[in-house]
């Protein structure tokens, strides 16, 4: 993925100006420097960064001026998000065995040139500025959250490590 479709999808200014805004850490004063997965629409952490969507669907019922500060997401990025058909498989998912099979149909789907691109590059831009992304879903242990979390700690990405939020 090249740089000016990045530009096109996220905006220079925006991304920068967030990727610049990092945590500091106390022991250190080294930057802290990280991917968060976080819950949309709950409070944002301190030095959190960029918040993207990585959903379906815009959320219902708000409008879209008001994404961000809501809490929702800065910018939408629905590439990572399951496909309407694994979305499904997920949702019906009763046992380990349903669940596996959505695990393996949603790797696939990540597996395309363009999807690994978009995940190299999260990796990638996570050794640089804070950001987040996230999902609706309330568990995240149910939720393709934890899986774009192993495939990017799979990229070599710099992860928050998991908190019970």
């Known amino acids: 993925m090249g740089f000016r479709k990045v530009e096109k999808l996220v905006g220079t200014s925006r991304i920068l100006d967030r990727c610049r805004t990092r945590a500091v850490s106390r022991r250190k004063r ?3 420097v990280a991917i968060r997965i976080v819950r949309l629409g709950s409070q944002r952490a301190e030095g ?4 993207i969507g990585t959903v379906r669907r815009p959320p219902r019922a708000v409008p879209k001026a008001a994404f961000a500060s809501q809490n929702w997401y800065d910018v939408w990025f629905p590439n990572l ?4 058909e694994t979305m499904k498989v997920a949702q019906n998912a009763k046992t380990p065995a349903q669940w596996t099979r959505f695990i393996k149909k949603y790797r696939a789907e990540m597996a395309t040139p363009e999807n690994s691109h978009a995940i190299e590059l999260l990796a990638s831009l996570s050794r640089q500025c804070n950001f987040s992304v996230g999902c609706y879903c309330e568990n995240e242990a149910h939720c393709h959250r934890s899986i774009l979390r192993q495939l990017l700690a799979d990229k070599g990405a710099k992860l928050e490590p998991y908190a019970i939020r």
Do not use: C, K, N, T
């Open 30 to 32: 080294e930057p802290v």
């Open 48 to 51: 959190e960064g960029l918040r």
């Open 81 to 84: 998000a399951p496909s309407i």
